[in-house]
Nanobody
């Protein structure tokens, strides 16, 4: 499985961005797909995920502001980010794997990772 993330950029605080992650290879539509992010000097952290059945999970820090969705026909997962804050600045990575719902927030549960896309939110 190969993952290609896109959609990052520079945006002012309060603005919006939509990230996309296209998967190719043997995804089968049953893989969970997720977004993690890593700010300079920090650990990579969970942002949002959706299991193969379409159930989402979010980090507390983004609930109500970010929305994850997926188009299984296109093997693509999206992350709509609204009301962005400077603390959302990070490299965002998409990930995929056969992950049960309770494990969606666990970085080690994912087998496949994209290359990352930079999101910068200015104050």
């Amino acid at each position: 499985v190969q993952l290609q993330a896109s959609g990052g950029g520079l945006v002012q605080a309060g603005g919006s961005l939509r990230l996309s992650c296209a998967a190719s290879g043997r995804t089968g539509g049953r893989h969970a797909m997720a977004w993690f992010r890593q700010a300079p000097g920090k650990e990579r952290e969970f942002v949002a995920a959706m299991n193969g059945g379409g159930s989402p999970a979010y980090a507390d820090s983004v609930k109500g502001r970010f929305a994850i969705s997926r188009d299984n026909a296109k093997n693509t997962v999206y992350l709509q980010m609204n009301s962005l804050k400077p603390e959302d600045t990070a490299v965002y990575y998409c990930a995929a794997g056969r992950v049960i719902y309770s494990g969606l927030g666990q970085r080690r549960a994912y087998d496949y990772w994209g290359q990352g896309t930079q999101v910068t939110v200015s104050s």
